[in-house]
Each structure stands twice: as C-alpha cells, then as structure tokens.
C-alpha cells in the first residue's frame, strides 16, 4: 500500500482518455491498496477541465453528467479530502513567497505537505506528488516530497510531436472539428494518431507545433 497526493491534472485522467490515463487509472484501483490524498479544490477544478471539454466539444453532455457522478462518489468514498483552511492558506502564502506558482498550485503544494506530516507524525512512510505539471513538481521537490509526473504513457513527446505536425500539415490547416478518429480518442480507443489528433483540437493555438509544446512543457 502506498499514499499519494494526486493533483486535479493526476485526478482527471481516471475519467479522460489522454497521456497517463492508464498508468493513473492501474495506480487507483482499489486492488493496489493505494491511498489517494487531494484537496477539496480538486473538485472545482475537475469540473472545470470537464466543462471545458464540453465547449470544446470533446466531451458531451451525457459523458459529462456520468463522469461527474463517477468523480463524486470517489471523492466520497476512495479520495482523501484535505479542507482548505487558515492553516493552508498560511503555508500556501510561505510557498508562494520560495516558488513563482498558481495559487490554486500552491494550495495543492501546501495541502500536500500537511498531508505528509500527519504521514511522519504517525511513523509511517511518505507520500509521493502526483501531477503533470512539471513547474509544481519541481516546487514539491525542492519542499522535499517525492515526485512522480502523471504524464506516462507508451508514447514519447516527439512522436506525439512528429505525428501532430504531419496531420495538420497534411490537412492544411490545425484540426477545429470532430472526426472518427477524435471519436476513438473520446471512446477510449487509444492510438498514437488518436492522440496526436486530440492535441490538435485546441483552439487557443494557433498551430500543430505551439499545440504539442504547451501541451509538452
């Protein structure tokens, strides 16, 4: 058995085909006896990734409405919920002070590291960061957490890179619209095209190569 602190980012990918799902979603079955810590803010950022995907049309509204009674009962009955409270906003301010992160990033930090001395003070071992924000993991280590990314996958960067270049290349322009392919990606079919397709479909790049370096930085 093991405890981690998983961050929304970490969080979402149980209920969102994309780079890490799997891995996440092995790590956080029941079986594993793993012990997930996250914080209360958690939820409202997991429901605003999810309305997102919904204006982006990745995601409709009846997947949305059953990801989110999914998501509930878990925070209900397998996630540990750290409240936001005078004690966190303190050591969030003092992390803010040391790391240049989000606020709601350095809750997450500073629930993190609240949740690891309750670990020290009852003798037992750790816990390890999960997010895939590489700006936060950087922070947690410096504040002495394990980290671990929440991006694995059998996929590396440059192919998802390479293969999201060729397709928009080959169609002209940054995909802005549904297709059977992206279909696959929303039904949980995972292929590097798939993949490389759905990190096209974001309308805030303007380009395949801007896309796939937000997506990988």
Known sequence: MADV??????LVKRHIPEVGSNWFQALANPITGTVITTARISMAEVYSALNRRIREATLDAADYAHIVADFDALCTTQYT????????????????????????????????????????????????????????????????????????????????????????????????????????????????????ERQCVQPRHASPRRTAAAYWA
Do not use: W
């Not at 050591?91 to 020290?120: F, G, K, M």
């Not at 059998?154 to 279909?183: H, K």
């Open 81 to 196: 919920l750290v409240e936001l409270s005078a004690l966190i906003v303190e050591r969030a301010r003092r992390i803010l002070e040391r790391h240049p992160l989000r606020a709601y990033d350095a809750v997450h930090l500073a629930s993190a590291l609240t949740a690891n001395d309750a670990l020290a003070a009852a003798g037992l071992p750790p816990l390890t960061f999960l997010s895939a924000d590489h700006h936060l993991l950087t922070a947690a280590q410096v504040e002495g957490l394990a980290t671990e990314k929440s991006q694995r996958a059998s996929v590396t960067a440059r192919e998802v890179f390479s293969l999201c270049v060729a397709l928009c290349s080959a169609s002209g322009r940054c995909v802005t619209g549904s297709s059977p392919r992206l279909q696959a990606v929303r039904t949980g079919s995972r292929t590097i095209y798939g993949l490389a």
């Open 5 to 10: 602190y998983a961050d929304s980012s970490a």
